[in-house]
């Protein structure tokens, strides 16, 4: 089992930049693929990006392709979700999410929370308008 915990969420004003990080315990990093959703008030949790055990491959929803980057570092056992150009939608408690094994499936990747296994326990990012 991995354990995550993130971190670097906080009130920030449109158009600025705020650094998310994962720090996973437990087994090895490396074996776990990674994505960052998010969840506003009100709204059911999303998608947001997902990255390759190894980090050689990247996936985004389109709302936030551009602005977003994910990344990882596998000697640190750290992911994370570096966002620019930040607006009031992007407003929402943000996780971390693990699975283990490859980032997609016949050339589809995996989006959905049945599909990851892993849970942190959330950071709250607010953009200010």
């Known amino acids: 089992q991995v354990q995550l915990v993130e971190s670097g969420g906080q009130l920030v004003q449109a158009g600025g930049s705020l650094r998310l990080s994962c720090a996973a315990s437990?087994?090895?990093?490396?074996?776990?693929?990674m994505g960052w959703f998010r969840q506003a008030p009100g709204k059911e949790r999303e998608f947001v990006a997902a990255?390759?055990?190894?980090?050689?491959?990247?996936y985004y929803a389109d709302s936030v392709k551009g602005r977003f980057t994910i990344s990882r570092d596998n000697a640190k056992n750290t992911v994370y979700l570096q966002m620019n150009s930040l607006k009031p939608d992007d407003t929402a408690v943000y996780y971390c999410?693990?699975?283990?094994?490859?980032?997609?499936?016949?050339?589809?990747?995996?989006?959905?929370?049945?599909?990851?296994?892993?849970w942190g326990q959330g950071t709250q990012v607010t953009v200010s308008s």
């Open positions: 437990g087994r090895t990093f490396s074996r776990y693929a």
């Open positions: 990255i390759s055990r190894t980090g050689g491959s990247t």
């Open positions: 999410a693990g699975r283990e094994g490859s980032i997609l499936y016949s050339g589809r990747y995996y989006l959905r929370e049945y599909e990851y296994d892993y």
